[in-house]
């Protein structure tokens, strides 16, 4: 079984920055695309970033202020998050499509304080 573990939540300022990590108990190799999502309390599970045979894509809200990137050879995908504001507040989870199936992590929580 497939598992996503995230680390690197935490509280920080705004205009801090945070590096969200995701690890994968597989090959995430065969795991396209991976991803990170957001849910806001109150609000709907938003995506975030995600990379996918090279390619990356942003939601319009992050796009010059978070990277995200992957590396191979440690299963792991990871998310720079610079100029953090307070509406990026939420719980980020890892997703990761494998062989059509879905794939979420647990979840971790980051906290910008104005």
């Known amino acids: 079984q497939v598992q996503l573990v995230e680390s690197g939540g935490g509280l920080v300022q705004a205009g801090g920055s945070l590096r969200l990590s995701c690890a994968a108990s597989?090959?995430?190799?065969?795991?396209?695309?991976m991803g990170w999502y957001r849910q806001a309390p109150g609000k709907q599970r938003e995506l975030v970033a995600t990379v996918s045979s090279g390619s990356t894509n942003y939601a319009d809200s992050v796009k010059g202020r978070f990277t995200i990137s992957r590396d191979n050879g440690k299963n792991t995908v990871y998310l720079q998050m610079n100029n953090l504001k307070p509406d990026d507040t939420g719980v980020y989870y890892c997703?990761?499509?494998?062989?059509?199936?879905?794939?979420w992590g647990q979840g971790t929580q980051v906290t910008v304080s104005s």
């Open positions: 997703y990761a499509l494998r062989y059509g199936d879905d794939c």
């Open positions: 597989g090959r995430i190799l065969s795991f396209n695309p």
